[in-house]
């Protein structure tokens, strides 16, 4: 299986300031059709994963702004431009490409 | 507006087997592969089976092959997941998910199965 490596594992961030969170793969993750299927989720405390990124940089239908992805192939990071209090949670970084899909260890955001 | 509403999770006994089901509203169900994927307690996300759009072909982890066998009824927009010879590592919440690996985008809320004796 493709192992995913986030880091950090834990981020404290004070309100108002960037945070940025990086995820690597253990192979491409550039898939057969030309695609590169890593996902962005956040999943805030007691709810389930909202996705927020799909295909390394496309943000989801109400995502705020302030939220961005990039990378490629291996190596792909998630910028918060100025971390608000309702961005408290975990993010997961996931990959689409192989089967079975796999998902990072989470990166805990926290406000300081 | 999309909705996936779990239900059937609960207490069984290792050995033991429960049927999740998953209502699906808010979007042609038919037209969508479906997956489950769960989060072991304070643990992280691990994707479990997928189902492709008229039920013909379906994938699982390796850790659950030949245990859990995943079904849709696309006539009551609904996805189910039979589980058979539970073990304690299988203890999870369990979401239902739109899409495959590769588009998932909505989950559920999530039904929390425990195996314990």
């Known amino acids: 299986d493709v192992v995913m490596t986030q880091s950090p594992l834990s981020l404290p961030v004070t309100l108002g300031q960037p945070a940025s969170i990086s995820c690597r793969s253990s192979q491409s993750l550039v898939y057969s059709d030309g695609d590169t299927y890593l996902n962005w989720f956040q999943q805030r405390p007691g709810q389930s994963p909202r996705r927020l990124i799909y295909?390394?940089?496309n943000r989801d239908s109400g995502v705020p702004d302030r939220f961005s992805g990039s990378g490629s192939v291996t190596d792909f990071t998630l910028k918060i431009s100025r971390v608000e209090a309702e961005d408290v949670g975990v993010y997961y970084c996931?990959?689409?490409?192989?089967?079975?899909?796999?998902f990072g260890q989470g990166t805990k955001v926290e406000i300081k | 507006e999309v909705q996936l509403v779990e239900s059937g999770g609960g207490l069984v006994q290792p050995g033991g087997s429960l049927r999740l089901s998953c209502a699906a509203s808010?979007?042609?169900?038919?037209?969508?592969?479906m997956s489950w994927a769960r989060q072991a307690p304070g643990k992280g996300l691990e994707w479990v089976a997928n189902?492709?759009?008229?039920?013909?072909?379906?994938y699982y982890v390796d850790s659950v092959k030949g245990r859990f066998s995943m079904l849709r009824d696309n006539a009551k927009n609904s996805l189910y997941l039979q589980m058979n010879s539970l073990r304690a590592e299988d203890t999870a919440v369990y979401y239902c998910?739109?899409?495959?690996?590769?588009?998932?985008?909505?989950w559920g809320q999530g039904t929390l199965v425990t195996v314990s004796s």
């Open positions: 189902i492709k759009e008229d039920g013909s072909e379906k």
């Open positions: 295909k390394v940089s």
């Open positions: 998910v739109r899409g495959g690996e590769r588009g998932s985008d909505y």
């Open positions: 996931m990959q689409g490409t192989h089967w079975p899909a796999t």
């Open positions: 808010g979007f042609r169900f038919s037209s969508y592969w």
